[in-house]
C-alpha cells in the first residue's frame, strides 16, 4: 500500500472527524442558546401583553402587508381572507401581481370587487413597471397592483413604494398568518427604535385543517416527505434561527414571513434580484448600519406564525431546496466584503462564518465523507471500529439534536396537540437520516457548480 494512499486515508480521516464534531456541537450550542432565550423572553405571553399594549394608550405603528403574487390564482384568496381577520389596530393589505399568466387578477377582480386607485406613487426605489394600482370597494386597505413581470424582489419593491406605513411585512402568497402574528412581529418595533426587522416562526399548512383562510386544526401531514419538513422547519427555526438572537449574529429572515423598517430598506435601494432575497437583505442591512455605526437590532420571534405550503414531491422539494441553496451562495458573494471581516464583529466572525464554512462547504465535506470513507475502509485504509463509532455518534448525535427540537417545540407551543403526531415527528427524526437527509444534501451540493438564474421559481399548489 502506497505511502500516499495511507496518508491520505489519515488526513481525511480527521477532517471528517472534525468536521462532524464542529457541526454537531454547532447546533447543540444554538439549541441551548434557543432553549435560553425562549424562557428568558416568555414567549408564551407574548399575545397577552402584546394585545394589552396595543389596546392601551400606548403608541403603535401601522403596517403595510406586501403580497407578491405569480400565478398564484389557486390560494391568493385565501392568503387575503387570512390577512384581513388580523388583529391589529391599522394595516393595509398590497398585492402585487408580478405578470402573471394564470387567472390571479382575473380572481381578485370577482373575489374582491377592485376599482382603480388614484394616489400617486413615489418611486424610491426600482421596479419594473406599474400597469395597473386597483383598491377594493369592499376592504378599503386592499390594493391591488397589477405590474410587469421583475421577480419576486422587484414585486416587493413596487409594493415599498405603493406603501403608505413606516413598517412592512413581507408575505408569501401561499401563506396564512395566524390572527395575532402582525401583533406579536410588531411588538419589538413599538419597544425599542433600534429594532429594524423582526421574523416569525414558518410552520407547514400541509394537513391541517383550513377554513375560509384560518387554521382551525394543526395536523402532521400523512405523506412522509410532508411530515419530515415538519422536523425540519421546526428545528431551523426554534434552534437554527432562535439561537443566534442571543449572539445577535441572525442573518435570515424568511421570505414567506417578515417585518422591517421601510426607511432601512429604502437606504439600501430595496430588494435585490436573486433567489435569495430574503438572506441578501438581511445581510445588506447589518452592513449598512455596521458600516455607518448606526445602532440596531434584528430579531427572530418565535411565536409568531405563519403557516406555508411545502413541497409535496420530490421533484418539487429538490428544486426547492436547490434553490435556496443558490441564494445562500449568491448572498454570500454579494457580500464577500463581511466575510472573516472583523469590522463586522460578531455578524461577521460568527454569523457569515458558520454559513460559510457550515451550510456551503459543510455538504461537500459531508459527500466526500460518503464516498471515500467506503473507498478507504475495502481498501483496509481505515480502522472499522472508527467507521462503526463516526457512523453511531452521527446517527445518535443528529437524532438527539432533532428530538430536541420537537421539545422545544411542544414544550413552549404545543401546535400539534395530538399525541400520535409528537410521537410520528420523533420517528421522523430518525427517518431523516435514511434518505432525505442524502437527498438534499445532492442538491445543496449541485447547487454549487451549477447555477440557474435568478427568475421566479414557482411551486405547484394544493388545496387544503
Known sequence: MSHFLVSAAYYIQGIILVYFLAINSTYTLLILFA???????????????????LTSDSYYKPVSIIVPAYNESAVISDCIRSLLNLHYPEFEIIVVNDGSSDETIARLKEDFKLGAYLKPVRRQIPHAPIKNIYI????????????ETGGKADAINAGINVSSYPIFCSLDADSLLEPDAILKSSKPFIENDEVI?????????NGCLVKDGAVLEAELPTKTLEAIQVLEYARAFLSGRTGWNLINSLLIISGAFGVFRKDMVVAVNGY???VGEDMDLVMRLHRHCLDNKIPYKIFFVPDPVCWTQVPFT???????????????LDSLLANRSMILNPKYGAVSLLGVSYFLFVEVLGPIIELL??????????????????????????LLW??????????????????????????????????????YRQITLYERVRACFYFRGTQWDTQKRQSQ
Open 35 to 53: 432553549l435560553k432565550d425562549i424562557v428568558q423572553n416568555s414567549y408564551l405571553s407574548t399575545s397577552r401583553g402584546a394585545r394589552r399594549l
Open 136 to 147: 377594493s370597494g369592499n376592504y378599503p386597505n386592499l390594493i391591488i397592483i397589477d405590474k
Open 197 to 205: 426587522a423582526t421574523g416569525g416562526i414558518v410552520r407547514v399548512l
Open 272 to 274: 435585490r434580484k436573486t
Open 314 to 328: 420530490l421533484t418539487m422539494l429538490r428544486k426547492q431546496r436547490n434553490r435556496w441553496h443558490r441564494g445562500l
Open 369 to 394: 465523507g460518503y464516498i471515500l470513507i467506503p473507498v478507504f475502509y475495502f481498501m483496509g485504509l481505515l480502522d472499522a471500529k472508527f467507521v462503526l463509532l463516526l457512523v453511531a455518534m452521527s
Open 398 to 435: 443528529g437524532i438527539s439534536i432533532n428530538i430536541s427540537a420537537i421539545f422545544l417545540d411542544t414544550y413552549n407551543f404545543r401546535r400539534y396537540k395530538k399525541q400520535k403526531d409528537v410521537l410520528r415527528l420523533c420517528l421522523m427524526s430518525v427517518v431523516d437520516f435514511l434518505g
